[in-house]
């Protein structure tokens, strides 16, 4: 048996915008190296579970979780990285399916401490049910950075 191709065209292109903020009462060094913890070596889903991932801190570095033996996810790439103030992610993070992703973390001082905004962008072919969820996600990863960074300048 050959195998035939039959084409598909209902499949609707989407968009997605999320922008979160949050404040975190700790120095804007302090708390973009939270930020790395989280979406690194620290990352955590909702429940507890760790889900730690590898970031390469260099324009062009690998966003990535490594499962080890060879296997893995890509989630995307550093697009800018401008410590302690800005780092900029492209790829297709945890969608898999054809999509474009690009987030953005943007730190700035406020008073002794940090107002950290975050944008996600993304295009392509994604399930309502999933973008319903992905703003859970990021107000978690927000939270986690927060507590991260709150809990370094305490045992400093």
Same mark, same amino acid.
């Given at each position: 048996?050959?195998?035939?191709?039959?084409?598909?065209?209902?499949?609707?292109?989407?968009?997605?915008?999320?922008?979160?903020?949050?404040?975190?009462?700790?120095?804007?060094?302090?708390?973009? $190296?939270?930020?790395?913890?989280?979406?690194?070596?620290?990352?955590?889903?909702?429940?507890?579970?760790?889900?730690? %991932?590898?970031?390469?801190?260099?324009?062009?570095?690998?966003?990535?979780?490594?499962?080890?033996?060879?296997?893995?996810?890509?989630?995307?790439?550093?697009?800018?990285?401008?410590?302690?103030?800005?780092? $900029?992610?492209?790829?297709?993070? %945890?969608?898999?399916?054809?999509?474009? =992703?690009?987030?953005?973390?943007?730190?700035?001082?406020?008073?002794?401490?940090?107002?950290?905004?975050?944008?996600?962008?993304?295009?392509?072919?994604?399930?309502?049910?999933?973008?319903?969820?992905?703003?859970?996600?990021?107000?978690?990863? *927000?939270?986690?950075?927060? $507590?991260?960074?709150? =809990?370094? *300048?305490?045992?400093?």
């Amino acid at each position: 048996m050959v195998a035939q191709a039959k084409p598909q065209t209902q499949e609707k292109v989407e968009t997605l915008h999320i922008s979160l903020e949050i404040d975190i009462d700790a120095p804007i060094e302090t708390a973009f $190296e939270a930020l790395l913890a989280e979406i690194g070596p620290e990352s955590a889903m909702p429940d507890g579970t760790a889900m730690p %991932f590898k970031l390469e801190t260099w324009p062009g570095g690998r966003w990535y979780r490594d499962l080890g033996n060879n296997a893995g996810h890509l989630w995307g790439h550093v697009q800018v990285i401008k410590p302690p103030m800005l780092i $900029e992610l492209c790829g297709p993070t %945890f969608m898999s399916y054809p999509a474009c =992703n690009f987030i953005q973390y943007r730190l700035t001082p406020a008073g002794a401490g940090t107002h950290l905004t975050m944008l996600h962008r993304a295009i392509g072919l994604i399930p309502a049910e999933h973008a319903e969820g992905v703003s859970m996600g990021w107000t978690h990863c *927000l939270n986690r950075t927060k $507590e991260i960074a709150e =809990n370094l *300048l305490k045992n400093r």
